[in-house]
């Protein structure tokens, strides 16, 4: 296992409350990604680190936010959840050290917005 | 943008046949090529992964290839077995973010 951990697995909330979802490793790798998956749209990247306080917007990063203070968390924020960010959102992680830039991925947390 | 197309999008063998799974992609100019596999409600866990200077990668019954100048990567599966099945997907890395397709469900009958 590659040392990812996502938190929370499963949630339900309401439309218009903040969320927040972790992603911890204890690889101490420097790429950190948030993904989401959707049926008949398979997994797309919202956003991505590349360094502590580094951040970049992927190809859905609206309605979405991500802080990394620490190496190892990557935060990623809804500040209004609606319904169109059911989903479930994937966090991976890659080293770049040797440049293979292979991906592992945590085990995902499942997001439901009513 | 790059596009990445997986054929077919679902299959259905019995056991012990070998197999292949399709994965095309538009921009030849990639990093490298990662194959994953994906169980019901599970996360994804990388099976090969192929650099753009390599042609094949091997671990066990599997073995994938590229071709970069028509754009493909193939994933062949040897004597399949009811446990491998499951969603296969493809993903092109063109400089640290990965383009997926959209993955082949394949079921191995008993």
């Known amino acids: 296992d590659a040392g990812i951990t996502q938190s929370p697995r499963h949630k339900v909330t309401e439309t218009g409350t903040p969320v927040t979802l972790r992603c911890h490793q204890t690889?101490?790798?420097?790429?950190m990604y948030w993904y989401r998956q959707d049926p008949g749209h398979g997994l797309r990247l919202i956003h991505y680190s590349y360094g502590v306080k580094d951040t970049d917007k992927g190809e859905v990063s609206d309605g979405y936010s991500v802080s990394r203070s620490k190496t190892e968390d990557f935060l990623l924020t809804l500040e209004s959840a609606t319904s169109s960010q059911t989903s479930v959102y994937f966090c991976a992680i890659s080293s770049q050290r040797d440049n293979t830039g292979e991906l592992f991925f945590g085990e995902g947390s499942r997001l439901t917005v009513l | 943008k790059q596009e990445v197309t997986q054929i077919p999008a679902a299959l259905s063998v019995p056991e012990g046949e070998n197999l292949v799974l399709n994965c095309s992609f538009t921009?030849?100019?990639?990093?490298?090529l990662q194959w994953f596999r994906q169980d019901p409600g599970k996360g994804l866990t990388s099976l090969l992964l192929i650099q753009s200077s390599q042609r094949e990668q091997t671990s066990g019954r599997l073995n994938a290839s590229l071709d970069k100048s028509s754009g493909r990567s193939t994933l062949y599966i040897a004597a399949s077995q009811p446990g491998d099945s499951a969603t296969y997907l493809c993903?092109?890395?063109?400089?640290?973010?990965?383009?997926f397709g959209g993955g082949t469900r394949l079921m191995v009958k008993p």
């Open positions: 993903a092109n890395n063109a400089g640290n973010m990965l383009t």
């Open positions: 690889e101490n790798h420097r790429y």
């Open positions: 921009d030849s100019a990639i990093y490298n």
